[in-house]
């Protein structure tokens, strides 16, 4: 029986029981309901089209008229609300409002709402012209946005008064020599029967000119040109028609394009004497068009022949490094002392230690002049005079030169249905930084398998050197046989452009989706990068630097098999010379280089009315309603909003709550002076 100190087993019992509870890491939670105003932005377009002045004083100027007299008015009364402007990006609350927007981004703008407020409006107010020109769908925005979207149309949907370069159709590559075609379609309305000069122009000068007799109905006329580039490198153009009077703007009468131009051919001169190789190579270049080659054969003791084209002329050895610099690469074909006298073989390693061009060394080097010994990759060492199989490295198989197919597997079967070739010297290894391409696997060296094909780095330059006399065999053995014989074809491409390629290109290749931009567009940057092997390596940490007044540095993503990707916000108008970067750790292992032209042309006047039908179905599909600006005083009170109740949910760990413990000690407390004075402490 407990009697009078019962309060002393209630204390105690309950001080126990909660360090008990207290052990099982109880959780206490809570469910509030929280009430908010509702929230409506009013998402106002402020790119350049907004400045057409189709509705006094100007569509942003009347959009924000309305915005004072009839929107925040009626919408404050049942809506929190807050101006938010938009071209490309976002800005809540802005000091300042001028159509100066180089882009308009509807979708995106849509699609960034909630982002930039921190919550989901209820709805949104869009006043526009809908002239949206980049980014994504806005009906898929709006849609995916989840809210109801108001439009309000500013502007005039009928036609105007204009004449506007539509589209500029042309090649983006071209070379040197090349009539470049240039396709320009041209749209009018109101000018019916008037006759106007469309002119293509270069750096300000006047190429070409075409009178054309306008249509007047929005029917696009096409006027013909041709361009050409005489000089490699990103030529900039600009297509021009000429304004009339009485035109809504003049923004739109004028449009760049770009040609990269290349250069005409890669030239090719061979050195040697009359054989079956200088003829098979002879008929396999023709058949590629980007590759010219000459032949200079030696006849007898002096006689020379040269052939070019399937011309014939007497020939002389050059003597001079301008008679070589017109060439891109020299083929020397077993090469002897009185054929390449020593004042030549100088000229050809300055030719590539110097000017950064290319060798390739055929058939028999043992007897080359001792001037040429230091372009071998291979150090070579008496006589083998034995048919060999050529069997391609690893990296062989994958490297520009030596593949065969893109496929690595389909390469190295085609390598293993070559026949063999005789190979008259013994390599017995390789030189310092040389790399062997393929092997002859039944000749052993001090190194491993001798090579067969090899290649090295020769100052700015490269050299390339291929062990037989007999690679004619290639092509014309296959052929017997009923096979395809392009592999040799494609083996002497493959050479000759990766002789004439930039040491730095090598490894990491750069370009841009584009050669030209316009001001607001987003710049990417496609990179391929490829380790030593020349296999696709992802591995890399590729960058992108671009001189502008704030210099940018661009990190590239690694997409898989050896590209990159990334992406420059908008670049100021001008041409820019962009420098590329891989790095593996804090080692450069690669460099690589490219132009491109951002100019300055807005796509805002590509269209100048009012998209009525865009605004009233981005409207209708997500529950809102369209109104033209003139009826804009309806929108507050056709809203229909309800007040937003968030939960909150709030959760209490009572293991470490304060107010558990110190309830703990006030009952343990409470005990012991209970006990004290019962005297039973």
Partial sequence: MIGSDWPLAVLRGVGLSLLLLALFEPFVGLVLDARQKPLIPLLIDTSGSMSVDDVPPNRLGA????????????????????????????????????????????GGAIGDVSRALGRAPSALVLLSDGNSNVGENPIDAALEAGFPVYTVGVGDPRPKRDVLVKVVRTNEIAYTGDRVPVEVDIESEGFGGVKTVVSVHEKGILLEEREVTLSGTRQEQSASFEVNPTTPGLHTYRVVVDSLEGEMTGENNAIPFAVRVLKSKIKVLLLGRPSWDAKFLMRAISLDENVAMSQLLTLGSSERVLIEED??????????????????????????????????????????????????????????????????????????????????????????????????????????????????????????????????????????????????????GK???????????????????????????????????????????????????????????KVTFLAEFYDENYRPDDRADVRVNVPAAEPLEIPLAAMGHGRYEGTAEALPPGDFTYRAFAYQGEKKVAEARGELVVEDLTLEFMETRMQEDELRTIAEMTGGKYYPLSDVSGLPGEVSLETVVEKKRLEFDLKTSPPLFLVVIVLFAAEWVWRKRRGLA
């Fill in 63 to 106: 959009a924000l008229a309305a915005v004072d007299r009839e929107l925040l008015a009626g919408l404050k009364e049942k809506a929190e609300t807050v101006l938010i402007s938009f071209s490309d990006l976002l800005t809540v609350a802005p000091e300042s409002l001028h159509p100066s927007g180089t882009v308009t981004d509807v």
């Fill in 463 to 521: 050299t390339m050197c291929i062990l037989s006399n007999e690679t004619w065999k290639w092509s014309f053995m296959p052929v017997g046989l009923g096979k395809p014989n392009d592999a040799y074809s494609r083996l002497f491409s493959n050479v000759f452009r990766w002789l004439v390629a930039r040491q730095e290109m090598d490894r990491l290749r750069v370009r841009t989706d584009k050669n030209m931009y316009t001001s607001g567009e």
């Fill in 311 to 460: 011309k014939e002329s007497e020939g002389r050895l050059p003597s001079s490094a301008a008679e070589l610099a017109q060439f891109d690469v020299i083929v020397i074909h077993s090469p002897r002392a009185e054929q390449i006298p020593e004042a030549l073989a100088e000229l050809v390693s300055d030719f590539v230690s110097s000017d950064g061009k290319g060798v390739l060394f055929m058939g028999n080097i043992a007897d080359a002049p001792s001037g040429l010994e230091p372009l071998l990759p291979v150090i070579v060492s008496g006589k083998l005079e034995k048919q060999a199989k050529f069997e391609p490295t690893p990296g062989g198989l994958s490297h520009p030169t030596t593949s065969l197919d893109d496929d690595i597997y389909r390469s190295e079967v085609i390598w293993k249905g070559l026949p063999p070739v005789r190979v008259e010297d013994r390599a017995i290894g390789l030189k310092k930084g040389a790399t062997s391409m393929a092997v002859d696997p039944a000749t052993k060296t001090a190194q491993g398998p001798m090579p067969t094909i090899a290649i090295q780095r020769f100052g700015r």
